[in-house]
């Protein structure tokens, strides 16, 4: 029986999509396997799937670019899951071609999971572990570092049940790791991200958001030394920083472009001077309830910008500012920032372009600052202008 590329496709979609929806939801992984690989061929195959095992000769001789095809299109990571448990061809197939899996759809036995999959997935490059509820603990990440040494990004977010045992796993076996996510993991100790930032040196971005025992001034002179490539930092709410931390970074990791300080109530105009100076990248700045900052840190930003249009009218400037704005602060956040003054925030408005307080493209947040209320961007002098400038935007 002949039958197309396309309706092999629909076909082995279909019964993927039934076997996940008949047992993987409801955490049953065992049987989804063992129902397909009884379905793999023969009379038995013909009854269950209405055919489809007779048409391949047995699931196994499905080619790997047909297999991988319909498992891009399903765009159901559960699928890969459950495709993986077939035969050992599809496994293998899977293992060679899938590069990115996501795990945040598991609810339960998330850990017995990663553990049990890990060694199918040899070539992954993108990771995403991030739980709704505590479920992974440092076994299976061990299992990810034993087998994935290939992996690019890993979003271990809100996985509160991790020690150190996991960053020195992913330093042994994750040595080119660009994108790493622990926010919410507050159990890492300084020393561990010490250790991880000697190893993976080519991180680009990196999420510390809550971890305030591994966010310590020492980690950071750590990435400085480690990690020039960096690119974005969150370290929001680690409240242990101070302004050492911070300038440190600016010196070491010029190429920063974003940097999240909210909350990190002891950091001074030093830490926004060092990175005015030492990140000509820039484009975003958080600074939300760093109360010790002042006019002499907006003044130092409007100084560094790249921008130098001042006094230019809106026409006149128009195609500049166009330009311009791919440089220079695109997002600053200062609410709750109570010592700064309106004429040092406006100074920082009128030297990006890109930053706004008008509504449509909200980008300098001053919330909970009631003495900013006079600071205005631009396109509330030309609201009209703005608009198209909007809809020329949203043209590309």
Not at 81 to 95: M, Q
Not at 210 to 217: K, P
Request: glycine share 8%.
């Amino acid at each position: 029986m002949q039958i197309s590329s396309r309706s092999l496709v629909q076909l082995s979609l279909g019964y993927l999509k039934k076997m996940v929806n008949a047992n993987l939801m409801s955490g049953n992984l065992d049987n989804s396997f063992s129902a397909l690989m009884v379905s793999g061929g023969g009379e038995s195959g013909q009854a269950q799937n209405g055919g489809l095992g007779t048409i391949l000769s047995g699931w196994k001789d499905l080619p790997m670019e047909l297999l991988l095809r319909i498992i891009s299109v399903a765009g159901d990571d559960r699928m890969v899951v459950v495709a993986s448990g077939v035969c050992t061809g599809w496994r293998d197939a899977l293992g060679w071609g899938v590069t990115s899996l996501s795990f945040s759809w598991c609810q339960d036995h998330m850990n017995d999971l990663v553990i049990s999959l890990a060694h199918k997935f040899p070539k992954l490059q993108v990771l995403s572990l991030r739980q709704i509820k505590p479920q992974l603990e440092d076994s299976a990440v061990e299992a990810v570092a034993n087998y994935c040494h290939d992996l690019r990004e890993l979003d271990l977010s809100r996985s509160f049940r991790l020690t150190d045992r996991s960053l020195y796993a992913l330093a042994h076996g994750c040595l080119h790791l660009t994108r790493l996510n622990i926010s919410g993991s507050s159990n890492f100790s300084d020393a561990a991200l010490v250790y991880l930032t000697s190893q993976c040196r080519n991180l680009k971005c990196l999420n510390l958001c809550g971890c305030v025992r591994a966010a310590s001034d020492r980690a950071l002179q750590a990435i400085a030394r480690n990690c020039d490539q960096l690119q974005s930092l969150n370290l929001g709410w680690c409240d242990n920083i101070t302004d050492k931390g911070v300038t440190s970074l600016a010196s070491g990791c010029p190429e920063l472009r974003a940097v999240d300080l909210c909350g990190c109530v002891l950091i001074t105009d030093e830490s926004v001077v060092a990175l005015a100076n030492g990140c000509p990248h820039l484009r975003s700045l958080g600074l939300y309830y760093c109360q010790n900052i002042t006019d002499r840190a907006m003044y130092s930003l409007a100084a560094n910008s790249r921008v130098r249009g001042k006094g230019m009218s809106w026409d006149a400037g128009r195609s500049s500012r166009s330009k311009d704005d791919k440089d220079g602060l695109a997002s600053l956040n200062i609410s709750q920032c109570t010592a700064l003054t309106p004429p040092a925030v406006q100074a920082v408005c009128d030297s990006f372009p890109a930053l706004h307080t008008c509504p449509e493209r909200h980008s300098l947040i001053i919330s909970g600052c009631l003495s900013l209320t006079s600071v205005h961007c631009a396109c509330a002098l030309h609201p009209h202008r703005a608009g198209r400038a909007i809809l020329s935007n949203h043209a590309y």
